[in-house]
């Protein structure tokens, strides 16, 4: 107990938390580490949460082998496939996005990168969206260039989305028609462009909690302040679909250790929450205080209306 103290007041004041610090912290008690956790978010973000929701604007048929991925194309999963949606059909789910009061949105396609057409075709929509709906607007494209994220600045976005998934050294265990080193010249590239990145990883792939922590320290080092934890959803059809679905208290923990390593970050509840008995209310106690609402790219997920109730009643302001 002496030794979480020690270690909040260190996060507290703005001093990074190692991997030996963090790997002991994992092993702690868990009702004691969520609610230390749970304090530093408080103290370091106040209470307010940040809700955003995504459309899945491109579907299937993607060339990478990403074991997790019901629309990678090295796997019969009966994803549905089609090409990039009309300017209409995202205007109208902007428009309830923010009629649910939501206020951040992004498009999510499939593939492993863009054409310089598509991006074109959807800088005009990002255009309409920034200007009919101020919204927040956020992409996540796959391997784009720094001229195509030059083009995303230009037409409004702020953020763009491409997560890490897991540690450099379990990586390759999952996708290997692209790279570690890919992900991260494109974060690099996207922020160089002048823009903020969110990314994160998916728990419960099989990696160790010491593949979680160097991941975030990644993270940490490339400035990254959004930070999504999507739970495997053991898909049929992938590789993975035989992994057992990871018990909520291993994501709270999860989520309680990476508060620590990035106190001001936005630690963001994402896929999977689905096979939560309580839909991710135990992870706002444990330093989550961001979160995906609505369906996720190719699964259920929950009503921007479910989402709001359950997190203004542990105290956050939206």
Do not use: W
């Amino acid at each position: 107990m002496e030794r979480i103290e020690l270690l909040y007041r260190k996060a507290e004041q703005g001093q990074a938390i190692s991997k030996t610090e963090a790997l002991f912290l994992a092993e702690q008690e868990l009702g004691i580490l969520c609610a230390a956790a749970d304090s530093l978010r408080k103290e370091a973000c106040g209470d307010d949460f940040d809700l955003c929701a995504i459309i899945n604007g491109k579907s299937g048929r993607c060339s990478e082998n990403c074991k997790f991925c019901a629309q990678s194309a090295h796997y019969r999963t009966g994803a549905t496939f089609y090409e990039l949606l009309d300017e209409q059909s995202i205007l109208a789910a902007a428009q309830k996005c923010k009629a649910s009061g939501v206020r951040r949105f992004s498009v999510v396609t499939s593939g492993k990168r863009l054409t310089d057409s598509e991006v074109e075709r959807l800088c005009g929509i990002y255009r309409r969206i920034g200007e009919e709906c101020g919204l927040k607007v956020c992409a996540s494209h796959g391997l784009l260039t720094r001229a195509q994220f030059n083009m995303l600045k230009q037409a409004g976005v702020s953020r763009y989305h491409n997560n890490l998934e897991t540690s450099r050294r379990y990586f390759p265990k999952i996708c290997t028609t692209h790279s570690y080193d890919d992900k991260l010249a494109v974060i690099r590239a996207a922020q160089e462009a002048g823009l903020a990145v969110c990314s994160g990883g998916i728990i419960g792939m099989g990696e160790t909690m010491e593949d979680r922590i160097d991941m975030v320290l990644d993270l940490r080092t490339l400035g990254i302040r959004s930070i999504p934890i999507n739970i495997l959803e053991p898909i049929d059809g992938t590789p993975l679909s035989s992994r057992p679905v990871l018990h909520e208290a291993e994501a709270a923990r999860t989520a309680a250790v990476f508060r620590f390593l990035m106190p001001d970050a936005q630690i963001r509840l994402a896929g999977g929450r689905a096979h939560l008995r309580d839909r991710g209310k135990t992870l706002l106690g444990a330093g989550v205080n961001a979160a995906i609402t609505g369906d996720m790219l190719t699964t259920a997920g929950t009503t921007a209306e479910q989402d709001a109730e359950m997190i203004r009643s542990c105290g956050f302001c939206l």
